[in-house]
């Protein structure tokens, strides 16, 4: 089973408008870590925002939100007024295990593209 | 100040040639990761290091693929007797530690198995 799931390859969303793009994991582990990373044209890897297994609240930084929804192992990820240096690829990563576990499971993206 | 660097960052290969390739990464991060992607694809988690050991190394694709960090800090990854499926964005991240913290991501080297 994929651990990692994005299920939307490609989305449009209008400039200013907000977009959800989807994730969904799977782990047997209680104790995980969610990720979401922005990669543009130009190929770098931005870290965006994270949010943990035993977090309470979603996780939110500037005009990107996290939607964690435990019991459905779904962590989206919110992007509010959207701009056109949003365009780009987006990956969802999860980190299982506490401690020392470090390594990141990337799903296989969504390509978002705003317009004007 | 300074993010994660990595060199080369293009290199092309012929297929049966050793390739070494370096990560710097921020300075005072503990731990240092390796991964390989594909066009299109997500990064696929190759190996890390807390310091100088090497904690996990489960996503090397075979023995032809190693990696040292003998000081804690620079990393190289060699492939050695290099073939075409090689051929990928190698990317290094470093975090300030295990766990939860954040991996920031080098600009990657493109290698090319030719």
């Known amino acids: 089973a994929q651990k990692i799931t994005q299920t939307q390859p490609g989305m449009f969303v209008q400039e200013k408008e907000a977009v959800t793009l989807d994730c969904t994991y799977d782990t047997s582990d209680p104790s995980y870590g969610l990720f979401w990373y922005k990669q543009p044209s130009s190929g770098e890897m931005i870290f965006l925002i994270y949010?943990?297994?035993?977090?309470?609240q979603n996780a939110t930084e500037g005009r990107y939100s996290l939607n964690f929804q435990k019991a459905r192992k779904s962590a989206n990820l919110v992007i509010s007024a959207s701009q056109l240096g949003d365009s780009a690829m987006y990956f969802c990563?999860?980190?299982?295990?506490?401690?020392?576990?470090?390594?990141?499971?990337f799903g296989t993206g969504t390509r978002l593209q705003v317009t004007l | 100040g300074a993010g994660v660097s990595q060199s080369p960052r293009y290199k092309v290969t012929k297929r049966g040639q050793d390739v070494a390739l370096r990560c710097d990464p921020i300075?005072?991060?503990?731990?240092l990761y390796w991964y390989r992607q594909a066009l299109g694809q997500g990064p696929e988690f190759l190996t890390y290091f807390n310091y100088e050991a090497q904690q996990d190394k489960s996503g090397l694709p075979n023995d032809r693929f190693s990696a040292e960090r003998p000081e804690g800090s620079i990393s190289t990854l060699t492939i050695q007797r290099t073939e075409q499926r090689d051929s990928a964005m190698y990317r290094c991240a470093s975090s300030l530690g295990p766990g939860g913290y954040e991996q920031y991501f080098g600009p990657g080297t493109r290698l090319t198995v030719t």
């Open positions: 300075s005072g991060h503990v731990s």
């Open positions: 949010q943990g297994s035993y977090d309470q």
């Open positions: 990563a999860m980190r299982e295990g506490a401690g020392t576990a470090s390594k990141l499971t």
